[in-house]
DNA sequence: GATCCTCGAGTTCC
DNA sequence: CTCGAGGATC
């Protein structure tokens, strides 16, 4: 080996141990000019010798070319999602879980199960950033990805490279790291270099990022590295996917032993008891922190343990995220404005003194009826605290009472629609104020057109807000018959409409001709008929004419008699809302002017019988009776929450309804299987609390398959 | 009449 | 997602 190739090695190391120390033990061992003249000496060594330029030099972190897009890259090992817990009782029923599963595993006798302390776990900080993986292959950087949805992500190899405190190569530790090891950790921005970076913005007139965690995925996703070398990321390692036996405390000591940043902040902990000892002690140390965190991570240390918990969906049964509550900032409220939504209800808005909390800025919450801002104690011009429930949803939690102006007015609901001016009624035991307006009142019409030319109803590809206020204002709707008479030119009489928009509306508008009877019924926005009971009624009545020429009160008396079949979940007052929208002549208009305009959809027998009169139809009894196969789920009620790898969730309830299954909305004792995916929330842990099974996609395929379940 | 299970309806921000 | 209310069941 040539002087200049051992000389230029020596300078890669040193230099690598140096930034280690600088950059991620934060104790410099070295001036920083003696770095930068070591350096130096490196970068003129390999301009001389060409062929002395190794990837893992630190003068080649940026390398030299943009990329033209982002590669999507698979994980050789799904990036997992986290079951979270915000009450110290859902940690304590985390641990009770762990325990009676190893029970079940045969991992823990009786004895050792009931011992509350017998649980070691590891707890960590939860950062706030992005997760990414790193692979390591012979202890060199060969790639790094985003999570993006735990099976497939980006590969943003090229940006991670630029990071310092990401080694290019692995340190010697004190134990041999793995020949490949695939490092699982956060990138996420410091407050200080968030507060730097932006107000370099500023000076520059560039764009302000709204929180480090935006800042960061900003950054991270850029084509050019030199744009990413200039942002200040930093990044945290906190698993690795291979097991490096002995638990996961020792295994971040193992990590940090071959140059990777782990927590600053972690310990081991026994039981319950200790887990919420360190969410305390986190809780007060947390704004002392230079990063943000949004809880806290625990995860059962024994990496045996681990893998007789192993996983349920795509999340494993030994890690929790002790989540914070969400962020309460104050703020005035400046007015309480009333919607009026497609059934006439007067819903009170917030209109907020625009603030920021949980990530952005919120300047409208519902106040959802007056009980509630009563309830509340809300008057326009008080301080309300504010928060972002389950991190989305904005919501005014309720006025600050010492904080309140000499001047403030209460609400009173209007007793006139402040949309079309009619009567507002509120009826005996109900919350909601109502419109009486009817087709008269605008805003009513509106929901009502947006609502038929929903996705789950007539589904109009392209038809939103704005077009739909558009087609109204010029006149060119008034119904929902008149969207299929809708015509190139005079759509294009619209504003800000081309000839591509134009007649790219009009093929959805075609495509929509074609449609189902349990679409149309849903659509027509029959009170008290939503989705389900709109299938209902199109299985149990088959066709259009049947359910118009029905006598609905008859009906309601021979139901309430019992004799009736095929009809369940269908009582009075649905029966009711029925009676009286197909006797009203305008409805009925409405719907002879779909069929005149061409819609259509296919009609059968009505499948529900009186038992005294019977009507004579088919039902499943008669289905197992001619032969026909019973479908693989029959019986089986899902609930399905989170985001599925493959399938919408639209697409996964049609599938299990395919086969025979029950679609339901939320998760009861009766439910048989929770099929999850991505980032399921409070379904999720309802389910793990009432003991029903939980599924992924691929689980849900295989029951398919084998045309039974498990 | 009470209780549990479902469904319907309304909603925020980017 | 969450709340409120309709429907089924005991």
Request: charged share 25%; glycine share 8%; hydrophobic share 40%.
């Amino acid at each position: 080996m040539s002087a200049a190739r051992q000389r230029a090695q020596w300078l890669r190391e040193t230099l690598a141990r140096w930034s280690y120390q600088y950059h991620t033990l934060d104790e410099p061992s070295v001036p920083d000019a003696q770095y930068d003249q070591a350096y130096r000496e490196l970068q003129a060594l390999e301009a001389e010798h060409p062929d002395l330029i190794t990837p893992d030099s630190p003068t080649q972190r940026v390398g030299e070319k943009p990329v033209e897009f982002l590669k999507q890259v698979p994980h050789a090992t799904p990036m997992l999602s986290l079951g979270n817990g915000f009450e110290d009782q859902d940690i304590e029923q985390f641990d009770a879980r762990v325990r009676d599963w190893l029970l079940k595993a045969g991992v823990l006798n009786a004895a050792q199960a009931a011992d509350p302390l017998v649980v070691l776990y590891c707890a960590e900080l939860k950062y706030d950033g992005l997760a990414v993986t790193l692979r390591y292959e012979n202890g060199l950087l060969v790639q790094a990805a985003t999570r993006g949805d735990g099976s497939t992500g980006e590969d943003v190899t090229h940006n991670v490279r630029t990071i310092e405190v990401v080694p290019l190569r692995l340190l010697p530790g004190e134990r041999p790291h793995p020949e490949v090891l695939e490092v699982r950790g956060e990138v996420l921005m410091f407050n200080a270099d968030f507060e730097r970076l932006n107000q370099q913005q500023a000076e520059r007139g560039d764009k302000l990022f709204v929180n480090p965690r935006n800042a960061a995925a900003g950054s991270l996703r850029q084509l050019d590295p030199a744009l990413t070398a200039r942002r200040p990321l930093r990044f945290f390692a906190y698993g690795a996917n291979t097991k490096l036996g002995h638990g996961q405390f020792a295994m971040l000591d193992d990590l940090r032993g071959w140059g990777l940043p782990v927590s600053p902040r972690r310990a081991l902990v026994q039981g319950a008891a200790g887990l919420l000892d360190f969410y305390r002690q986190i809780q007060v140390e947390r704004k002392r922190l230079p990063f943000e965190i949004d809880g806290v991570v625990y995860k059962v240390n024994n990496e045996a343990w681990q893998d007789a918990l192993g996983f349920v969906a795509r999340a494993p049964r030994f890690a929790i995220a002790h989540k914070f509550p969400p962020q309460e900032v104050m703020t005035r409220l400046l007015d309480i404005e009333i919607q009026v939504g497609r059934t006439g209800a007067l819903t009170p808005v917030a209109r907020l003194d625009p603030v920021f909390v949980g990530g952005t800025t919120v300047s409208n919450a519902t106040l959802h009826n007056e009980d509630e801002i009563r309830r509340k104690d809300v008057h326009v011009g008080d301080m309300v605290v504010v928060r972002r429930a389950g991190d989305v949803i904005p919501e005014v939690v309720r006025a600050v009472a010492e904080f309140r102006p000499a001047q403030v007015t209460s609400f009173v609901m209007p007793t006139a629609c402040p949309v079309c001016g009619s009567e507002v009624v509120r009826e005996a035991n109900e919350a909601v104020a109502r419109c009486t307006g009817g087709f008269v009142c605008m805003a009513q019409r509106k929901q009502g057109l947006l609502h038929f030319a929903q996705r789950r109803a007539v589904m109009i590809d392209g038809l939103g807000e704005k077009l739909v206020d558009q087609l109204i204002e010029a006149n060119l709707v008034k119904a929902p018959a008149d969207f299929f008479t809708l015509s190139v030119e005079a759509l294009l009489r619209l504003e800000r409409m081309g000839q591509k928009s134009a007649e790219n509306l009009l093929a959805a508008i075609q495509a929509a001709r074609s449609t189902t009877l349990a679409r149309l019924v849903f659509g027509l926005g029959i009170r008290h008929v939503g989705e389900e009971t709109a299938r209902q009624l199109a299985l149990a009545f088959g066709s259009m004419k049947a359910l118009r020429e029905q006598d609905y009160t008859v009906l309601a008396q021979a139901k309430e008699a019992g004799q009736t079949q095929g009809l369940e979940g269908i009582g009075p007052e649905i029966l009711a809302s029925l009676q009286s929208y197909f006797s009203d002549p305008r409805q009925c208009k409405l719907i002879d002017d779909l069929r005149e305009v061409g819609v259509t959809w296919p009609e059968h027998e009505a499948r529900w019988k009186l038992e005294t009169l019977t009507q004579e139809n088919a039902d499943v009894d008669d289905l197992v009776q001619t032969g026909m196969a019973i479908p693989p789920l029959q019986g089986l009620s899902f609930v399905i929450t989170g985001t599925l790898p493959e399938l919408s969730r639209d697409q996964a309830a049609d599938l299990i309804r395919a086969h025979g299954g029950q679609v339901s909305s939320a998760v009861s004792k009766k439910t048989a299987y929770l099929l999850a995916g991505e980032a399921a929330g409070s379904k999720l842990a309802k389910a793990q609390e009432l003991g029903v099974k939980v599924i992924d996609e691929a689980a849900l395929r295989e029951m398919l398959a084998q045309g039974k379940p498990d």
